[in-house]
């Protein structure tokens, strides 16, 4: 990708691959880290607990 919603993010002629990504299983996620703090299950609400702290 070198492009961003049709902005160009790279100089002209800039090739990029992206293999893989990981896909975790929602069963073995205990928690999400993110920069406003450690969100634990329920995600709902502690992600927008989180969200509201920026």
Do not use: C, W, Y
Request: proline share 7%; net charge positive; aromatic share 4%.
């Amino acid at each position: 990708m070198t492009r961003i919603n049709q902005k160009q993010i790279s100089p002209e002629g800039v090739e990029a691959a992206h293999p893989a990504f990981d896909i975790t299983p929602n069963h073995l996620v205990t928690a999400i880290i993110t920069e406003n703090g450690i969100a634990r299950a329920p995600f709902t609400e502690t992600l927008k607990a989180l969200a509201s702290k920026k």
